[in-house]
């Protein structure tokens, strides 16, 4: 279990065990479980809360017009501030210009794969993105393996920080389950870190990511959250890490077991995701001349800008 997952299970209020047994029993610090992290501040929590609600409702708009709408709303505030609270809820808007999720300079960027590719099986092509999930008071952060083709959350997670091992921790659970022909990513630091390349290369997964400024590059991972959003965390007010844990469970397993999309044909994810075997292989053998073909060629068109952007930097 990772650290987050170890944390949930500790109780702080009429607990049998004292907390300094359960820290040993779960192999963790014991002074961390003393440390009380300083609450954001009321106001601050209800603008994120409100830019998370915008940026859902249009994920194309950037900070300019969400600080317009926000002036509007509830009076005076800086685009930087807009800025800042975009960049620490992990998200930007999905038009041209800067890019808000940054990557460290030092990471290599992979080329997007997948304009002339369509998902045809199970497991043919993934989407990874991590959301924002508020709460009363705080946030969490939410991240989600999506098989394009059936629409199926093959894993997720939820933290209080956006710290690498959560990121890993989720594609390392999915990869124990499948193993996906490409997965698609944006631009952002946990997807470029070596760490994250390093697990997809080992599992002999094709690496692609979103253009700057493609809003249909990841289409079916921002639909996903938009459903998420409007059918489950607008319409609770869990209050602890626990219970949007909890909740977050049981609604993924509604979603992906009882219901039924319409771009499905009105059927469930897992109805699509749980073909056979043999029908996966079938598929697979008609399309695997053609994959070849679009990696090698995307491969080049990535590797030439990557030289034009190198070129550009050293001049």
């Known amino acids: 279990m990772t650290r987050s997952e170890r944390l949930a299970f500790i109780e702080r209020e009429a607990a049998e065990l004292p907390l300094s047994t359960q820290a040993d029993l779960l192999q963790l610090s014991r002074a961390s479980l003393y440390y009380r992290p300083v ?30 709408l926000l002036r509007q709303e509830r009076g005076p505030i800086s685009r930087k501030t807009v800025q800042r609270h975009m960049r620490e809820m992990g998200i930007a808007g999905l038009c041209p210009g800067p890019n808000l999720s940054k990557r460290s300079s030092e990471h290599r960027i992979y080329p997007y794969l997948l304009r002339h590719v369509r998902a045809e099986r199970p497991n043919h092509v993934w989407g990874v993105d991590i959301t924002y999930v508020r709460m009363p008071g705080s946030w969490m952060y939410l991240v989600a393996v999506l098989d394009w083709y059936s629409r199926f959350v093959v894993s997720w997670a939820v933290d209080e920080t956006l710290e690498m091992p959560f990121v890993l921790a989720t594609m390392q659970q999915a990869l124990l389950q499948a193993t996906p022909w490409l997965c698609n990513s944006d631009q952002g630091s946990h997807f470029t870190s070596p760490q994250y390349i390093q697990l997809l290369q080992a599992a002999g997964v094709q690496i692609s990511m979103d253009g700057k400024g493609r809003a249909l590059d990841n289409i079916f991972t921002e639909r996903l959250w938009r459903t998420v959003k409007y059918e489950h965390v607008y319409l609770r007010e869990d209050r602890t890490p626990r219970a949007v844990r909890q909740g977050m469970g049981e609604y993924f397993d509604f979603y992906n077991n009882r219901r039924p999309h319409q771009a499905l044909d009105y059927r469930t994810p897992a ?13 697979s053998k008609n399309t695997e001349n053609t994959e070849a073909v679009v990696v ?9 800008e990557i030289s034009r952007v190198s070129s550009i930097q050293s001049t």
Not at 271 to 283: A, D, F, I, M, P
């Open 39 to 68: 609450q954001p501040a009321p106001e601050e929590v209800a603008i994120k809360h409100r830019i998370d609600e915008l940026y859902t409702a249009h994920p194309f708009y950037g900070s300019r017009k969400l600080t317009v």
């Open 271 to 283: 109805e699509l995701y749980g073909r056979t075997r043999s029908e996966v292989e079938s598929t």
């Open 296 to 304: 090698s060629s995307a491969t080049s068109r990535g590797s030439s």
